[in-house]
């Protein structure tokens, strides 16, 4: 189970989100629909071009793994992909860069931001402040 | 269309609209109609749930993630009754006399907004914390700069039954900050002054606001307007324009009036910021506790400023650079976080403005200079430095590549961090500071408003915001925004009073 939220094969979206964010591929199907409502909201609160534009964006990052491996982007192992991944936030065209920027910020937001996933990193701030720590 | 008629037309309830709308209310209660404008909703208590996504959804303008035209900064900014006052962490401090002179504003004496200044500090509550009330997070920042040979100073904060949520920037649940929404606007109301919330102002006319109050949506924090949703004309004999600098500039560019000055827009500056993280090898406390005591106020000498800083899971996982393993294994060490924030001091340039799309939404034009990407780079060496000499064992430094400096490697720091590494659309940059757009100054050729936030050429036509800025502030803005509506403020009373 995982979002395709711009219009992308799932099997690409899944291996982009757990390269981005690891721990999602341990993701509770909860965590997973969390993930894809909060990512839904986000997108639908922005212009109605931008899930097009990662949509594209998605597919051609497929596209240049394809060409470059020979394999579509889903089937090459973690550590390829996250190397395949890191190169191109590096490349020298902005929109790259951006791209990549901001599906790490989606996937990013849908993960970080559901409490049980804060909670497990330890992150305890609440209303009580300091008197809730005694 | 309902028409309706009032004396006084407050655009916007920030730091500005909810200073003007306080110093106006003598007016209301003498008879005349004073009336605020606010975009965003009346917030109720109840709402404050220091959930990050449910707040910055609630809170802020495209939920804290607008971007630049180039699409290589968030900038951040709050709509609601009290505009950004509910979402600072009310730090205190007055307009530096420096910059004040360099903005070299005609009548704009310095001595005057440290009167006014000291006014609001006073309303305000502000004071510095007990020590016990500090957490690591901030005495580490403090017993770093020192050791390294800096002296951080604490802020002065504006609160008043501070319990140390830590959750400032997502609105206090204890209702503790000391904002317009909590002080100034509830004075102008209990006066006599109306405010509006849902409020919309499409454009500006001669005298008048065309405006539109939005229905609450389903399931949408705060309360109804206190309007019927629809469209209104608002006639006034004047008008203030607080909406902030993604407001106010916007506002006056898609109105269309005739013979505005053509600086609207104009000298955009904002205090570029990015988060520094440094990992200790035991856990602090970071998540309780104030999150803002302490600062560093290198703005003078090497145009920068750091402040501590402590931000929540996603905040910060979209501040590290990178994504997978590496970066999974910092959020990881959380409670072992230490936090700086890096604000680089600016300077306007042509190319940085705000201008409006076809449909006169706000839109930033930014580019960093070399003299800003240079500021940060020698403001993170020195973060760097503190988070050192706190403990820390290795920093994470945007500007470092690979982004993760270990402490044995704390003597090579001028080479590691490094301006080449530098890089827009990977370093995660943002601005809370948003300043010009209106600047002050001589007349139409230099400026938009005289120094009392008159638009040249419409007297009945005022700014009160930190869109009158003239150029960056170089320390965190609130305060000098009081203090310039305070001045703008005066102006109307002299007229109308």
Known sequence: MATNFPSAPLPLCQALISTLVPETAGATPEQWAELERTIEQVLATRAPGLRRQLGIFMRLLDAVA??????????????????FLEGLARSPLLFIRRGIWGLRTLVMMGWYTQPGVAASLGYRAGAGGWSARS | MTTVRYDVAIVGSGAGGGTVAQALAPLAKDG?????????????????????????????????????????????????????TIVYTGTSLPPPERVIRRWNVPGLDPADLARRTRKYLAENNVHLLAPELLNDNNRLFAEGAERAGYRAE???????????????????????????????????????????????????????????VLERPP?????????????????????????????TPPLLLRSGLAR???????????????????????????????????????????????????????????????FGPSHSALMRAFPRLQMILVLACDRPTPENRIAVDRSGCPVVHYRFTQPVTQAMVRATR?????????????????????????????????????????????????????????????????????????????PWLRVADASLFPGALEINPYLTIMALADRVAEGVLKELG
């Open chain 1, 66 to 83: 394809r060409i470059r491996f020979g394999r579509p982007l889903a089937q090459l192992d973690p550590p390829r992909r996250e190397a």
């Open chain 2, 260 to 322: 505005l000055p053509k600086r609207i827009g104009a000298g955009f500056t904002c205090h570029p910021a990015h988060i520094l993280v440094g990992e200790h090898p035991h856990p602090i406390t970071n998540d309780v506790g104030h999150p803002k005591s302490f600062y560093l106020d290198r703005a003078e000498a090497e145009a920068f400023v750091l402040e501590t800083c402590m931000y929540f899971p996603f905040t910060t996982a979209k501040n590290l650079t990178g």
């Open chain 2, 382 to 458: 020195t973060a760097a430095r503190i988070f050192f000499a706190a403990g820390a064992v290795r920093v994470h430094a945007p500007s470092a590549d690979p982004p993760l400096v270990e402490a044995s490697e704390a003597d090579r720091l001028e080479d590691r961090i490094h301006e080449r590494h530098f890089r827009t659309g990977t370093i995660s940059i943002s601005a809370a500071h948003l300043m010009g757009g209106c600047g002050m100054g001589s007349g139409p050729a230099d400026s938009v408003t005289d120094s009392w936030g008159r638009v040249h050429g419409r």
């Open chain 2, 154 to 212: 604490q802020f002065p904060l504006n609160l008043k039954g501070c319990r140390g949520s830590s959750l400032c920037n997502l609105g206090c649940p204890n209702a503790a900050k000391q904002g317009t929404n909590r002080v100034q606007l509830p004075n102008a109301e209990r006066q006599g002054v109306e405010v509006v919330t849902r409020a919309l102002v499409r454009s500006v006319g001669e005298r008048a606001l065309d405006v539109l």
């Open chain 2, 32 to 84: 005349k109609r004073v009336l605020v404008l606010e975009r965003g909703p009346r917030f109720r208590d109840q709402d404050f749930t220091g959930r990050e996504l449910e707040m910055a959804s609630a809170l802020y303008a495209g939920q804290g993630g607008t971007l630049t035209a180039d699409g290589t900064m968030t900038l951040a900014y709050a709509e609601g009754y009290g505009g950004s």
């Open chain 2, 219 to 247: 399931g949408g924090k705060g309360t109804d307007p206190e309007w019927k949703p629809g469209s209104y004309r608002v006639e006034a004999n004047t008008i203030v324009l607080a909406g902030g600098v993604m407001g």
